[in-house]
């Protein structure tokens, strides 16, 4: 059986991304804890890129994705959240719970992109912890 772990820049751009998204989760564990929940997402989108810039890392906000289908570029776009570092999609969510299709959501717009982490993080909960997932592609 021949096995392939990728090459090293695969690897290093995943270990890169993986140790964004950790910093990436502190940074949301301090403005649930400053904020609480019950806001809009916007507010929380809002105050997590200021905590992002207060840690030093370079978030963009509101991101347009062009689609593509059958190797047509389509007239529609669709916007990530927050690129952070260029390596972590966020996906800020305010709603009662994450459910299924924002799980697909989030797994769409990595294979859109091609990058291997994103974030879902819903701060509509008593603790953070309980509205924080890592989603993997590839």
Sequence with gaps: MIHHEGTKDTKDTKEKAL???RL???AAIEVHRVLGPGLLESVYEAALCRELWIRHLRVDRQVPICVTYKGVQLDSQVRIDLL?????????KS?????????AQLLTYLKLTGHTVGLLLNFNVELLRQGMKRILNG
Excluded: N
Excluded at 84 to 92: D, F, G, P, T
Excluded at 95 to 103: D, G, S, W
């Design 24 to 26: 990436v989760l502190g």
């Design 84 to 92: 952070v570092e260029s390596a972590v999609i966020v996906e800020v």
């Design 95 to 103: 709603a009662e719970k994450l459910t299924p299709i924002h799980r």
């Design 19 to 21: 140790g964004v998204s």
